[in-house]
Each structure stands twice: as C-alpha cells, then as structure tokens.
C-alpha cells in the first residue's frame, strides 16, 4: 500500500493541526494511502512524468516544475504534496467518502 509521507508525519501534522482522528478511524496507513489515491488524481495537471514508469505514486516526476518556472529535482516528492495528502486522509477519516 503506497502513501506519501509517514505514519509519524502524519501523525505529527495532526497535532500541528489541532486535529484528531475520529474513534474508530482506520489505520493511519490505510488514511494516508486514500489520501495519497486522491492527490495523485491531480495527475494530469502536473508537468513532468513519472520517475519510474511502474512506480505506484505519481511522485517523484522528472521534468516536474513548481508554476512552471522552478524544477524539482526527480527524486523529489515535494511537501505540499505530502501535506496535501495528510489533509485528504484527515478529511476522510472525519466524514468517510468525502
């Protein structure tokens, strides 16, 4: 199961946050894989391609820039991204489906 981030990461976002996990949330795995699934739907608005053509995530990319002017190196799974997914999986776990 691929997802961005940590279960630390994810954990420690929460608390900077001020959020919690609902009682009886699934793992913070299996969250962080949901949301990891929906930021990478965003795929086709970003530059570059897949570092490895049969990598699961859609970071790293290489030929990937930030607003078009900045390149990020292929290696790279950029924050935002990571904190993107962190809040897609908070947010299903708070209303499921959402």
């Known amino acids: 199961m691929a997802a961005y981030g940590s279960d630390d990461?994810?954990?420690?976002?929460?608390?900077?946050?001020?959020y919690t996990l609902p009682a009886g949330s699934p793992a913070p795995a299996v969250l962080r894989a949901r949301?990891?699934?929906?930021?990478?739907?965003?795929?086709?608005?970003?530059?570059?391609?897949?570092?490895?053509?049969?990598?699961?995530?859609?970071?790293?990319?290489?030929?990937?820039?930030?607003?078009?002017?900045?390149?990020?190196?292929?290696?790279?799974?950029p924050p935002n991204v990571v904190t993107a997914s962190y809040r897609a999986a908070w947010l299903d776990a708070s209303t499921p489906g959402v």
């Open 35 to 77: 949301g990891s699934a929906y930021v990478d739907s965003y795929e086709a608005l970003w530059t570059g391609h897949r570092t490895d053509p049969m990598q699961e995530l859609a970071w790293p990319r290489t030929g990937a820039s930030v607003n078009c002017k900045v390149a990020v190196p292929a290696d790279a799974i």
């Open 9 to 18: 990461g994810f954990s420690a976002w929460l608390a900077q946050q001020g």
